[in-house]
């Protein structure tokens, strides 16, 4: 269930299309980014980056690793990884 201004919406998380959910998932990580150490930030924007390049949204995906890597540069590897580019 989601709330909106104009009333509750019922769906399944399966119905909705992965720019939303990427949507949600940084509405989440902008609401607990006081209260997060950076590390745990990094990862959560790891994360967000391998969903959105899993889904061909490679420009959120490169945002989101520009932000991982900001917030702990120790998570280059595993970005490059998600992002797919060579770790050699």
């Known amino acids: 269930m989601f ?12 119905d909705l299309a992965p720019a939303m959910l990427v949507k949600i998932a940084e509405s989440y990580a902008a609401a607990f980014a006081e209260s997060e150490k950076p590390d745990a930030r990094a990862r959560r924007y790891l994360t967000l980056a391998a969903f959105a390049k ?6 959120a995906a490169s945002g989101y690793a520009r932000q991982a890597t900001q917030l702990s540069p120790s998570v280059r590897s595993e970005v490059d990884v998600a992002l797919g580019k060579s770790t050699e």
Do not use: M, V
């Open 3 to 14: 709330a909106t201004p104009y009333g509750e919406l019922l769906t399944d998380w399966s």
């Open 54 to 59: 899993q889904f061909g949204l490679d420009r």
